[in-house]
């Protein structure tokens, strides 16, 4: 998630949300407090059977840079995924999770800011592990 905005106000640019992967082109020069947050990762799993365990996914993280867009500019934003959870098998006594994807914004090419992605749920064998 990407969001561009400003604390109150009557004037200048609203709050902006991205969700999804985009190019964005603002109109006029305009300065914003810009968030970048990655997506979070998966956390990992044990079978109930065994002695192992498992932790959970690490969140994304988040940049913040006030920073002034240039009118008539395309910025391209790229939206983290979060990470896609284990494949669980019945074969299997554990599982580590997918870490999560990075969230950047870019103008011609060159990443500005990167909130990178969470960890991976992590496994160990006895009755505990490090997340």
């Known amino acids: 998630m990407a969001i561009l905005g ?21 109109s006029c020069n305009v300065e914003a407090m810009v968030y970048c947050v990655g997506g979070g990762g998966s956390g990992a799993y044990s079978n109930r059977n065994v002695d192992y365990s498992a932790s959970g996914g690490g969140a994304g993280g988040c940049a913040v840079s006030r920073y002034t867009f240039l009118g008539s500019t395309a910025y391209t934003i790229t939206i983290g995924a979060g990470g896609n959870g284990p494949g669980v098998s019945t074969s299997s006594a554990a599982g580590t999770g997918n870490a999560g994807g990075n969230t950047t914004i870019a103008v011609g090419g060159s ?21």
């Open 6 to 26: 400003q604390k109150g106000g009557d004037t200048g640019l609203p709050n902006i949300m991205f969700a999804a992967t985009t190019t964005w082109t603002p």
């Open 111 to 131: 990443t500005f800011m990167t909130g990178n992605g969470g960890g991976a749920g992590a496994t160990g064998s006895g009755a505990g592990c490090s997340g």
